[in-house]
Structures are given as C-alpha cells and as structure tokens.
C-alpha cells in the first residue's frame, strides 16, 4: 500500500486581528496540496495536487470542487459531510470569501475545525490568495465565543503531531472471545478507556487483539497483529490488519478469528457488515475455508447460547 503522508494535528486557530494586520503571506510552505480527513475522521491527511488552471479564480474553483467531492479511498475522505455545501465565492484583492449553507452550523466542533483546516491550507496554495473569510448564510463565522473570526491564513492552524484532540472516554464494550475449548464464541462486557479522536470500531479491534480477561476465554486473534486501518462507509467496517493476523498456531475453527471480529464490530451497532482486509488486501482465503473477498455479516450460529 502506498505510504500516505499523514499529518495528525492539534488545529489551534489562533483567533487573530488580521483585519488590522492585514493578508499578507509569511513563510507559507511551497508546493500544492489538497487536505482531507483520515477514516477516523481526527487528523488531517495531505494529498500531494497539482494546480489546475491558469488563473487564480480558475485555480480556486478547482480546488474547492475537488475539496467537496467523495472519495472512493477508505483511507481518506472528504471534510465535507453532513450535508455543508458552497453556495457561492468570491475572490478580490486576493482575499477569498466563501459562504456556505446553514448546514455548516450541524458540524461538531473538531468536524468544523478539520474542515476550515484543510479548506484554508488547501486553497493557500494559490498565488492570488492571501487569506480566506467563512461566511455562514449572510452572517461571518463566529467561534464559540460568538467572536468573529474574521480573515484566516494556513498558517493559522498550528500542526503539533502528537498531540490529541480530546481526552480519553469511558464505554462498555460487547465482544466476542472463543470459548476454553476454542471452538466457539463467547460474549464478554469490557469497560474501556479510550482516546476520542479514536473511533469505537479501532478501540473494540484493539481490544479484541488484547484479549480476554477471563481464564474461561481464549484469544481469537493474535497478540502481535497490528490494525492498519478502521473505516466506516455505507454501513460497511472496514478493518485492515496486518499479517500477522494470519498466524494460525492456536486457531482451530477457521470462523472463531474472523467471526469474533465480525460478531463484535455489528453487535450494538447501524454497520451491517464487516470486511476485514489484511495487508490491504481482500483476496484471501482464511485457513483455505472462509472466503474474505466480501463483506461479511454476523454470524450468531457460532456463538454459543444463540
């Protein structure tokens, strides 16, 4: 799989007078990018782009389009969700004022931040564009303050890898081990503490990958396996592990690892189904029986007490 280049960020808008201060670029980075979200939606994801058009109007229209399109990658998607649009822009004196619909107001506070990130820093990169101004409907975007926030540059938004968004959160997990024998699922709560800027599909894989509590319940997937990568899109999970999820040693019913995988990420769930990807790849036979080329649905005949 293709390395990607991912930025994770703690975005600090540095609420700034610019009015005063006025547009004017300092030290911008060179080069021309198009930001946006990874699967988990908490960090930004930077995507080399090569500017279209000969004008900077052109080359704004552009970017904005490219920006509001969904992608067909589940490593990196568009900033723009819950239905937020464009409905008009303007560029004059190299400032650029944008203006969205009322659905922008729907956004959760890091949703908002990581899209006025990457819409700024995305559309930076054009010549003819000092800074940018967020119009919602007819009136300027505020913070949390009910401060206007007035004209922003990329460099604005403070890149601190390392550094999380939120805290930790507290949930009960259901998950699925094997049975003493191996040969069956079982059902165990677990009280987790996890990061929020990780989803709840990430946490219960790491979970699952730690392993049971109980001494009535063994392992089903293995201790060193890695998880590359959880998405979620059109009700289907995605999880990528690396490979050694196919170390075999102790599995002695092909269903119990991918199953117990399956049966977890549904259960108290709106995903229908899960595929489960290794090395990014779909086109594997677990222990030559389960066919892991398709999304798969939960299983409850191999769950005891069901």
Known sequence: MRKRNIIKILLLLVVCIIAAAGCSKNGRAAGSQIYYTDSERSMLVEKSYKLEGKTAEEQVKNILEKLQKKTDNIDYQTVFIRNVKIKKWSLKDKKLTIHFNEE?????????????????????????????????????????QGEIIGY????????????????????????????????RLVKEKVNVRYNSN????????????????????????????????????????????????????????????????????????SISRVQILV??????????????????????NIVEGE
């Open 198 to 269: 990780t989803s709840r599909e990430k946490a219960l894989i790491e979970q699952l990958i730690k392993g049971p509590d109980s001494d009535n319940e063994t392992a089903v997937i293995p201790a060193g396996t890695k998880v590359l990568g959880v998405s979620v899109k059109d009700n289907i999970c995605y999880v990528n592990l690396d490979d050694g999820f196919m170390d075999t040693t102790n599995v002695l019913n092909a269903e119990i690892p991918v199953y117990a995988i399956v049966n977890s990420v549904i259960d108290g769930s």
């Open 152 to 183: 922003m540059r990329p460099d604005d938004f403070v890149q601190n890898t390392g550094s999380s968004l939120h805290s930790l959160q507290k949930e009960t997990l259901l998950l699925y081990f094997g049975n003493k024998k191996g040969d």
């Open 279 to 300: 090395n990014g790849q779909t086109d594997i036979q677990y222990m030559g029986k389960v066919d892991l080329s398709k999304p798969l649905s939960r299983n409850p």
């Open 104 to 144: 922008y107001h729907e956004l959760s506070a890091t949703e908002e931040l990581l899209l006025r990130a990457a819409v700024v820093q995305s559309v930076g990169a054009v010549d003819g564009v000092d800074c940018v101004r967020f119009m919602i409907g007819h009136e300027p975007l505020q913070d949390q």
